[in-house]
């Protein structure tokens, strides 16, 4: 099974910082079947990144992600006071079918 | 626009059944996929269960629901199911379904991802 692990657990970031976050596999992962969500407080995830690098319909350019093999990073640009919530990173394998990261929360400092 | 309402949870004992449901609006559900998701109280994201698009036998669990969960749709009704059993203490969390799209040729799907998930309904397992 590939396990994701996300860095930090949490990030103390003011607005107007760069937030970085990283989501590391145990085995490599293309870079297809990686994804990124957001979740705030009592709502459900929303679609951020998929294929590692693609910006979901209606996501600010300030929201990047890069990476390849078994390192991935989601960036955020001038952080705005609603990017503050629970980031989570995601992959499609074979067994399990997909895997969930273990989430990096982004907490206002 | 695109909707996925949970309904069907609730509380119920160690050891009972309980079987939610996932109505979908806006699109031609029998196109897609489907997955059930879950999240214990302050705890992350679990993915549960898939099943493929149209009458789709392609069926897929986690292990920590096999055996017990058993994921359907009803392509008419436009709803999603999942029926559990055997219910455990560790299966109280919030319950979501998503769809699951992909971009596919020549039998090959990449860029796979969850874009549309619903509000999520709230199972409890307790005495």
């Known amino acids: 099974d590939i396990v994701l692990t996300q860095s930090p657990g949490t990030l103390s970031l003011s607005p107007g910082e760069r937030a970085t976050l990283s989501c590391r596999a145990s085995q490599s992962v293309s870079s297809s079947y990686l994804v990124w969500y957001q979740q705030k407080p009592g709502q459900a995830p929303r679609l951020l990144i998929y294929?590692?690098?693609r910006r979901a319909t209606g996501i600010p350019d300030r929201f990047s992600g890069s990476g390849s093999g078994t390192d991935f990073i989601l960036t955020i640009n001038r952080l705005e006071p609603e990017d503050f919530a629970v980031y989570y990173c995601?992959?499609?394998?074979?067994?399990?079918?997909?895997?969930f990261g273990q989430g990096t929360k982004l907490e206002i400092k | 626009e695109v909707q996925l309402v949970e309904s069907g949870g609730g509380l119920v004992l160690p050891g009972g059944s309980l079987r939610l449901s996932c109505t979908a609006s806006g699109f031609t559900f029998s196109d897609y996929a489907l997955n059930w998701v879950r999240q214990a109280p302050g705890k992350g994201l679990e993915w549960l269960s898939y099943?493929?698009?149209?009458?789709?036998?392609?069926?897929y669990y986690a292990d920590s629901v096999k055996g017990r969960f058993t994921i359907s749709r009803d392509n008419a009704k436009n709803s999603l199911y999942l029926q559990m059993n055997s219910l455990r203490d560790e299966d109280t969390a919030v319950y979501y379904c998503?769809?699951?799209?992909?971009?596919?040729?020549?039998?090959?799907?990449?860029?796979?991802?969850?874009?549309?998930w619903g509000r999520g309904t709230l199972v409890t397992v307790s005495t």
């Open positions: 294929g590692a690098s």
């Open positions: 998503a769809r699951d799209i992909a971009d596919c040729s020549g039998g090959t799907c990449h860029e796979i991802r969850f874009d549309y």
């Open positions: 995601q992959q499609y394998g074979t067994s399990p079918r997909y895997t």
């Open positions: 099943i493929g698009p149209g009458s789709s036998s392609d069926t």
